[in-house]
Nanobody, 120 residues
Framework: QVRLKESGGGSVQAGGSLKLSCDAS????????MAWFRQAPGKEREGVAY???????SYVDSVKGRFTISKDSAKNILYLQMNSLKPDDGGMYYC????????????????WGQGTLVNA
């Protein structure tokens, strides 16, 4: 399994901002999707933001208008800008990738990071 590497997590007050990064420089399929997932204690892992293989972007409803997913294609680094953070946004955030059009089913993805913790 390819290992990605997240960074940027931390503790912020409600209403604050964080920017997560995911180094995917070792992941080099010709065509792939990427995504950010999160998991709070006692809760299931949920998808937060998706970057499809064709460049389409989508978000879970709870973060729309507050989070932005982007990618530096030259460096293959995925970002998640998180603004107006709420306590419910807290949890371990993971980036993931797979040689698919979409990265919706987390248990089908073949590249993961170790996670970065967000507290708000």
């Amino acid at each position: 399994q390819v290992r990605l590497k997240e960074s940027g997590g931390g503790s912020v007050q409600a209403g604050g901002s964080l920017k997560l990064s995911c180094d995917a420089s070792t992941y080099k399929p010709n065509y792939y999707c990427m995504a950010w997932f999160r998991q709070a204690p006692g809760k299931e892992r949920e998808g937060v933001a998706y970057l499809d293989g064709d460049g389409s972007i989508s978000y879970v409803d709870s973060v729309k208008g507050r989070f932005t997913i982007s990618k530096d294609s030259a460096k293959n680094i995925l970002y998640l800008q998180m603004n107006s953070l709420k306590p419910d946004d807290g949890g371990m955030y993971y980036c993931a990738a797979a040689p698919f059009e979409q990265c919706r089913a987390w248990n089908a993805l073949d590249a993961w990071g170790q996670g970065t913790l967000v507290n708000a």
